[in-house]
């Protein structure tokens, strides 16, 4: 079975700082994919970005990027320029490419942004 | 509806009620996940579809749970006897693609709250 560890469960960060929030997973399969998801307070649960384990490049998405070592099981979530909007909890997951399972989730860090 | 509803959103049982809950994806879209999300933790998977057929129910933690999508697009969460271990938030997502990457959109959840 997959597992999803996120160690930080907060973090505070200033306004127009840059925070990173760390994730590593545990798995034997080779081929899968990660996504941070972020969950505003509303409770909705958003998609930031997501890595296809195959790829060597980091995935980018505007002030989000991650950066993915595949043989470390390490996803960290790097978020650039931090915005008041960016508070919220963040969770790590991990999907099989088979696709036939849901994620698997962390506990989540909450992020605070400090104005 | 432009996302992922869930209804109802709150819902108070008393210990040993059924309860029901719905999840109406976005049209078209073939996947469909439950998740179960206990305060302060990240969200667990529960049971997934793939159009009608229910691919994997290997999450659910009882057989008190039971969960079904009749025509392929609606979907109910039921569960029977319900327990105070039961109260969480119960996420639903669905997705166009049944890849390991196509993204999930989350509902707002629903919030059981067992007494």
């Known amino acids: 079975a997959q597992t999803v560890t996120q160690s930080q469960p907060e973090m505070s960060v200033q306004e127009a700082e840059t925070v990173t929030l760390s994730c590593t997973y545990d798995?034997?399969?080779?081929?899968?994919?990660l996504f941070w998801y972020k969950q505003p307070p509303s409770r909705q649960m958003i998609l930031v970005i997501r890595?296809?384990?195959?790829?060597?490049q980091n995935a980018t998405e505007n002030r989000f990027s991650v950066n993915f070592q595949k043989a470390a099981k390490s996803f960290s979530l790097k978020i650039s320029d931090s915005q008041l909007g960016d508070a919220a909890m963040y969770f790590c997951a991990y999907r099989s490419a088979r696709g036939a399972d849901g994620l698997t989730f962390g506990k989540g860090t909450h992020l605070i942004i400090q104005p | 509806g432009a996302g992922v509803s869930q209804s109802p959103r709150y819902k108070v049982a008393k210990r040993g009620q059924d309860v029901a809950l719905r999840c109406d994806p976005i049209s078209g879209h073939v996947s469909l996940f439950w998740y179960q999300q206990a305060l302060g933790q990240g969200p667990e998977f529960l049971t997934y579809f793939q159009n009608e057929a229910q691919l994997d129910k290997s999450g659910l933690p009882s057989d008190r749970f039971f969960a079904e999508r009749p025509e392929g697009s609606v979907s109910t969460l039921k569960i029977q006897r319900t327990q105070q271990e039961d109260s969480a938030v119960y996420l639903c997502a669905s997705s166009s693609g049944t890849s390991g990457t196509s993204e999930q959109f989350f509902g707002p959840g629903t919030r059981l709250t067992v007494l």
């Open positions: 890595q296809e384990a195959y790829k060597q």
């Open positions: 798995t034997s399969e080779s081929d899968y994919y």
